[in-house]
């Protein structure tokens, strides 16, 4: 006889494990399968700087157990000046965040099997009915699920999602002791998380330094692989030797010890997703993509998009009659852009242009900063048009119009 669950969710990351959390507490069978081996899990896939804010601690009742450092505020670096402002965050634990997710949602009733690669979704007159898995073994269901972030390998067969590599960022992090994090010359990073735009150290990214406590902090930088990357890019350099080459330049790595059992390494796409859902199937997380275009903060936005689908799954499920058809599944396309990703076509406009500009022009943005307040930078954060506005200048009439060609021809 063929196993039956009311959900199978492909990948126990953040997005995976919380879907099946949240769907668990409401009483549905559900089932997890993950790559990788329970022992020592996540060590393949701890992967993520693991900065996120208070709001997420707050929905998602994450304990303080998991987390490694409270902050007070985001530093903003350019290559000659910093913006800072109050606000508060935190920087997990990721593999014990994971452990965590994954504990919990097994405590409400969801199952786990570990080893348990999926390969391909199973159908029937052309809709999902289950997935197989380690080859020949199969499961069914009545909703699946796809978490596995790029890899993607029931959504790209499903033709729901289509991830560009001219729109992937790889990233590189290491967890350092001996950093000073008050240095002289630099904005006072105690407590803090620093986000700097330099193209000279990540071309077409940002690099970063989060305080973890002490003299230690997570520091790492990431790139989108898209032509302005490619048009500043050093010959010959990799992404770790764009971290060593900003560690033999900045004096707060002078005595700086690099932990190498604590290395991250990660990819993600910035792009709008074209679609999320076809008849009883969802991708979320990074999958979809679900990262925030703007600060690279990937946890909340993926934890936001497994309770869209678990509300999504819930509607779908409940009635006497289930009804997963892909007009009633796409409740989680119109959830995803209203509560998880609202005005992210502007937001990712932000972050395109951010990318584009030349290293003069992140000091001009420190100094727009400063002048305009916080207030402005949550409203481009929100991407208000009229907040945007305020942080262009006449000289940037090129880059939108470069901005625009590049946009037409895609």
Request: glycine share 6%; proline share 5%.
């Amino acid at each position: 006889m063929s196993e039956r669950f009311d959900v199978v969710v492909a990948g126990a990351g953040p997005a995976g494990a919380q879907c099946a959390r949240d769907l668990a507490a409401r009483n549905y069978d559900v089932l997890v399968l993950e790559t990788e081996p329970e022992d020592g899990f996540p060590r393949q896939s701890n992967k993520s700087t693991a900065g996120t804010f208070p709001s997420m601690m707050a929905s998602f009742s994450i304990p303080d157990d998991v987390v490694m450092q409270y902050t007070d505020s985001v530093v903003l670096e350019s290559p000659n000046d910093y913006y800072v402002q109050d606000q508060a965050g935190a920087v997990l634990e990721f593999a014990e965040f994971k452990q965590f997710l994954v504990a919990d949602s097994r405590e409400k009733g969801a199952e786990y099997r570990f080893d348990s690669r999926v390969t391909a979704p199973i159908t029937e007159d052309g809709e999902i009915v289950g997935v197989s898995y380690n080859g020949d073994r199969e499961v069914y269901a009545e909703i699946v699920v796809d978490a596995t972030g790029p890899a993607a390998p029931l959504a790209k067969k499903l033709d729901v999602c289509d991830l560009k590599r001219e729109h992937q960022a790889i990233g590189i992090e290491y967890e350092f002791e001996n950093v000073d994090v008050n240095h002289p010359e630099y904005a006072d990073l105690r407590d803090a998380m620093m986000l700097r735009l330099d193209h000279d150290l990540a071309p077409g990214g940002y690099s970063w330094i989060f305080h973890t406590g002490g003299r230690s902090a997570k520091v790492g930088l990431c790139y989108i692989q898209n032509d302005s990357h490619s048009q500043r890019a050093k010959d010959g350099m990799g992404i770790d030797d764009y971290l060593d080459y900003w560690l033999d330049r900045d004096p707060r790595f002078d005595d700086a010890e690099k932990l190498e059992s604590k290395q991250h390494r990660g990819s993600a796409h910035i792009q709008r997703p074209s679609s999320m859902s076809t008849d009883s199937f969802m991708a979320i997380g990074d999958t979809v993509p679900t990262i925030d275009p703007l600060w690279g903060e990937g946890i909340h936005k993926g934890m936001k998009s497994a309770r869209m689908a678990a509300i999504t799954a819930d509607a779908c499920l409940t009635p006497e009659t289930p009804n997963t058809d892909a007009e009633t599944m796409a409740t989680y396309d119109k959830l995803w852009h209203s509560e998880v990703a609202p005005r992210a076509r502007e937001r990712l406009l932000m972050t395109e242009l951010l990318y584009l500009v030349p290293n003069s022009r992140y000091d001009q943005l420190m100094a727009d900063l400063k002048e305009v307040g916080a207030g402005t930078l949550a409203r481009v954060n929100a991407g208000e048009k009229r907040a945007i506005s305020k942080l262009l200048h006449l000289s940037d009439l090129p880059t939108l119009v470069k901005y625009a060609r590049r946009r037409l021809s895609a």
